[in-house]
C-alpha cells in the first residue's frame, strides 16, 4: 500500500524557518516525481513546488509566492521528501501535503502536517 | 498564475446530476489535456477523481465523469449519494511548467 506521512509543521514566528519531511513508501520512490501541495486554513489548494525523479534530472519547479524561500530535496536512500521554508510569512500558515506527481495529477497524498506562522 | 474560477457551491437532491465547472486560460485549461479534479471531505486529504480531462482512476465509480470544451473543464457527478458531499477542486498544468488549481467547489447534497 501507498503511503506518504508528514512531520515536522509546528508554530513558527515571521522570518523563521522550518523544515518538513515526506516519509514514503509501498512504491519506487527512486522513480517518483514527488510535489508539495498546501491549503491555508478554510481556503483552497495550491501547488507549492515539484521535484523530479533523479533519473529525470531532479531539477525543481516552484510556484512564484514561494520562489526564492522554499526549497524542494529528496533522499531517494531514506525513501524521504523535504520542503525546507525560509523566511516565513504569516501568508505560509497552511496545511502541507505531500504528493506523488503522477505524470500530471497528484496521487495518491499524505494525511497532511500543519504549519503555523505567528508571532 | 492566477486560480482557475469555480462556482463556490453547487446542490442537488439525491438520485439527481450536478456539474462542476473549472474555468482558466489557454495558458492552463485551454492549451492542456491536463486537468484533474479532486475530491476533499473536511479534514481530510484530497483524493483523485478524474485525470487528463476524463480519465478515471481505477476504484473511482463510473457516476463521476470529466470533460472540456476551450478553456473551461467540467466534472459531473450522476446519481447524487450523500458521500458526494464534499469539497472538489480542479487542478491543471501550465505553461510555465508549474500547476494551478481551482478556488474549490462545496457540494452539498440536499
Known amino acids: 500500500e501507498v503511503q506518504l506521512v508528514e512531520s515536522g509543521g509546528g508554530l513558527v514566528k515571521p522570518g523563521g524557518s522550518l523544515r518538513l519531511s515526506c516519509a514514503a513508501s509501498g512504491f519506487i520512490f527512486t522513480n517518483a516525481w514527488m510535489s508539495w501541495v498546501r491549503q491555508a486554513p478554510g481556503k483552497g489548494l495550491e501547488w507549492v513546488g515539484r521535484v523530479k525523479s533523479k533519473t529525470d534530472g531532479g531539477t525543481t519547479d516552484y510556484a512564484a509566492p514561494v520562489k526564492g524561500r522554499f526549497t524542494i530535496s529528496r533522499d531517494d536512500s531514506k525513501n524521504t521528501l523535504y520542503l525546507q521554508m525560509n523566511s516565513l510569512k504569516t501568508e505560509d500558515t497552511a496545511v502541507y501535503y505531500c504528493?506523488?506527481?503522477?505524470?500530471?495529477?497528484?496521487?495518491?497524498w499524505g494525511q497532511g502536517t500543519l504549519v503555523t506562522v505567528s508571532s | 498564475q492566477s486560480a482557475l474560477t469555480q462556482p463556490a457551491s453547487v446542490s442537488g437532491s439525491p438520485g439527481q446530476s450536478i456539474t462542476i465547472s473549472c474555468t482558466g486560460t489557454s495558458s492552463d485549461v485551454g492549451g492542456f489535456n491536463y486537468v484533474s479534479w479532486y475530491q476533499q471531505h473536511p479534514g481530510k486529504a484530497p483524493k483523485l477523481m478524474i485525470y487528463d480531462v476524463s480519465n478515471r482512476p481505477s476504484g473511482v465509480s463510473n457516476r463521476f465523469s470529466g470533460s472540456k470544451s476551450g478553456n473551461t473543464a467540467s466534472l459531473t457527478i450522476s446519481g447524487l449519494q450523500a458521500e458526494d458531499e464534499a469539497d472538489y477542486y480542479c487542478s491543471s498544468y501550465t505553461s510555465s511548467s508549474t500547476w494551478v488549481f481551482g478556488g474549490g467547489t462545496k457540494l452539498t447534497v440536499l
Open positions: 504528493t506523488t506527481q503522477q505524470f500530471f495529477h497528484f496521487d495518491p
